[in-house]
């Protein structure tokens, strides 16, 4: 199975500054038929499903503010708050769909300091 | 508006079966992948099962030859048939639809498994 493991576990940030999430996956989740890095990142609020903010590592699903982007390949990803705002307090979770398993990083808490 | 509704979770002793469903409403539903992904309280996402349109499944380890997943395209619902419960299997579980990874969720149903 790829484990995909984040860092740092919380993150304090305060309003307007920047944030950043790191996930490495225990194998690349590249693929040399597309060219595509299966990787994947979610927000979770509390008492709420996930939501896809940024899929094939660095495109921002429809709807996701531009203040967030995608970044890395291979096993190596970041995940980017330019401008953190009082909305954007959630967990954040990595996740690859290169193969099955599909597997999750643990989560990243996300607070305002 | 895509809109996926998951129901059937409940309290549950150890060694029991319980049937989850998700009704999906705002798409066509038969032309998408599906999955269930759950959630034990505090913790991370872990993925359950998938199954394509075309009638290919896949299970985690976890729940392999206890669970099984299944559709029924004329009513817009997925299912998951959960056998022989554990303790561990308390989670909220969700279901996903699958446009390149997981597009849309539903809102989750809680399963306590519990003497």
């Known amino acids: 199975d790829i484990v995909m493991t984040q860092s740092p576990d919380s993150l304090a940030v305060s309003l307007g500054a920047g944030a950043t999430i790191n996930c490495k996956s225990s194998q690349s989740v590249l693929s040399s038929f597309n060219n595509k890095n299966y990787l994947a990142w979610y927000q979770q609020k509390p008492g709420q499903p996930p939501k896809l903010l940024i899929y094939w590592a660095s495109t921002r699903e429809s709807g996701v503010p531009d203040r967030f982007s995608g970044s890395g390949s291979g096993t190596d990803f970041t995940l980017t708050i330019s401008s953190l705002q009082a909305e954007d307090v959630a967990v954040y979770s990595c996740?690859?769909?290169?193969?099955?398993?599909?597997?999750f990083g643990q989560g990243t808490k996300l607070e305002i300091k | 508006e895509v809109q996926l509704v998951e129901s059937g979770g409940t309290l549950v002793q150890p060694g029991g079966s319980l049937r989850l469903s998700c009704e999906a409403s705002g798409f066509i539903f038969s032309s998408y992948s599906m999955n269930w992904v759950r959630q034990a309280p505090g913790k991370g996402l872990e993925w359950v099962s998938y199954?394509?349109?075309?009638?290919?499944?896949y299970y985690a380890d976890s729940v392999k030859g206890r669970f099984t997943i299944s559709r029924d395209n004329a009513k817009n619902s997925l299912y998951l048939q959960m056998n022989r419960l554990r303790d561990e299997d308390t989670a909220v579980y969700f279901c996903a639809r699958e446009v390149t990874t997981f597009d849309s969720w539903g809102q989750g149903t809680l399963v306590t498994v519990s003497s």
């Open positions: 199954l394509s349109s075309s009638g290919t499944i």
């Open positions: 996740q690859q769909y290169f193969t099955t398993p599909f597997t």
